[in-house]
């Protein structure tokens, strides 16, 4: 009996012993793992990165192309390239070019725009030109350099580099390329156009049309523009004649009696001032909302009676867009197959803002009709369709007028006169 309880004892204790012995072994190896994940988790081991293969641009001749180009403006800071801000349609553009091995540099393309936009702009067909790489070795455009050896590369010298498919690809979703042209070495996007189109969308609201149309007439021809735009005479400006060839005015859809209804301007000219097309909208809303007369324009353009330009706000950047650049002898190409993505790719951009602007429409609906039945109101307001202007103010007893406000700028009429 003493024996077998001693044995009992004994087996306890060595079981015991065990158990801790193998607990105390789990513990050590769980710390050992948790030490090993924390230390992979904040190590920052380099990975091993393949070298990139230096592209040789000297197997390749460079050539001079125009490129039309498209993209939607609300959400860059304009058009040109600069120093402090990245989203710019030009940075995402010299972006694409360079990653698609078409330019080494974009301070040695010779790269000249047609007409610089800002921020918030759009553009259909906005026009830009420079050397590329190009896979020929002759043709329009063509040139070599005394260290090209291009002769010497292996594969197509024929068929030219796919230049709308390959950018396309890499540009942003509403940034794309509808056509290239070879050009001779003397074109210029800047200086080799010959008239640019540009497009404004406004709803009518409560905008007197007739009285807006009256005043854009008043625009057509050559005239001293420094009322309706804005100074730059530190970049150089100091000539501000420009030639409007027609300025019109016209409904996009059939509900005259709507405010709702969505009207075009569209304005053609040889060339334009810094804001120009902004100001003289502006103006047009102004007399459109029967806060200005017709005659204010007139009044405006005649420098010697108005040599400063007043005061004003200009109207938004958001519904402006280039619609057109026309050049001569441009024998504009595209490949069908890239086109057809194209349109594919606008049909889908207009199919997403499209059923927003609808589903704000049938809220709008809802509300009007709840509206006019719940207060018995027969009208319905309309302020918030004025158009979009820095600083309108309402129709009412504060208001201003044009020709007696302070005006902003200095008097450059002595400058022009050389």
Not at 62 to 77: E, N, S
Not at 386 to 398: C, E, F, I, Y
Request: glycine share 4%; proline share 4%.
């Amino acid at each position: 009996m003493f024996f077998s309880r001693s044995r009992d004892i004994i087996w306890t204790r060595i079981t015991c012993a065990i158990n801790s012995i193998r607990r105390k072994t789990m513990h050590s190896e769980s710390t050992a793992l948790e030490s090993t994940v924390i230390a992979e988790n904040t190590s920052d081991p380099k990975p091993v990165k393949k070298a990139d293969r230096q592209f040789d641009f000297k197997l390749y001749t460079q050539r001079h192309i125009a490129l039309k180009v498209a993209y939607l403006g609300w959400d860059y800071h304009g058009l040109a390239i600069q120093e402090t801000a990245d989203d710019t349609i030009e940075s995402k553009l010299f972006e694409a070019l360079k990653r698609a091995k078409l330019i080494e540099s974009h301070l040695e393309c010779k790269f000249a725009r047609c007409g610089r936009t800002d921020k918030g702009v759009s553009a259909l067909s906005q026009v830009v030109s420079l050397y590329v790489r190009s896979n020929l070795l002759e043709g329009l455009g063509v040139v070599t350099s005394t260290d090209c050896r291009a002769s010497e590369r292996k594969g197509d010298k024929t068929s030219e580099i796919q230049y709308m498919h390959i950018l396309n690809k890499l540009l942003p979703e509403d940034i794309r390329v509808l056509a290239w042209a070879p050009v001779t070495a003397d074109f210029s996007a800047r200086f080799s156009c010959l008239q640019r189109t540009y497009k404004y969308l406004f709803p009518k609201g409560s905008l007197d049309i007739s009285r807006m149309q009256a005043a854009a007439q008043k625009f057509v021809g050559e005239h001293d523009f420094r009322n309706f735009c804005k100074m730059d005479v530190a970049g150089g400006t100091t000539n501000f004649r420009r030639r409007i060839l027609s300025f019109d005015i016209n409904p996009l859809d059939n509900s005259p009696s709507s405010p709702y209804q969505m009207h075009e301007v569209t304005i053609t000219g040889l060339a334009f001032l810094w804001h120009q097309v902004r100001c003289m909208v502006g103006v047009l809303f102004l007399i459109g909302s029967g806060l200005e007369d017709v005659m204010l324009v007139d009044k405006m353009l005649d420098i010697e009676k108005c040599p400063r330009k007043p005061q004003y706000g200009m109207a938004s950047e958001i519904p402006l867009m280039l619609f057109d650049c026309v050049f001569e002898d441009v024998n504009w190409q595209r490949d069908e197959q890239a086109y057809e993505h194209l349109v594919s790719h606008f049909q889908a951009l207009w199919t997403a803002q499209m059923v927003r602007a609808t589903m704000l429409r049938r809220m709008l609906d809802s509300l009007e009709y709840s509206f006019l039945t719940g207060l018995g109101t027969p009208t319905l307001p309309s302020s918030q369709l004025a158009p979009l202007v820095t600083d309108q103010k309402s129709k009412s007893k504060s208001y201003k007028p044009m020709m007696s406000r302070q005006t902003s700028g200095a008097c450059f009429l002595s400058l022009v006169s050389f």
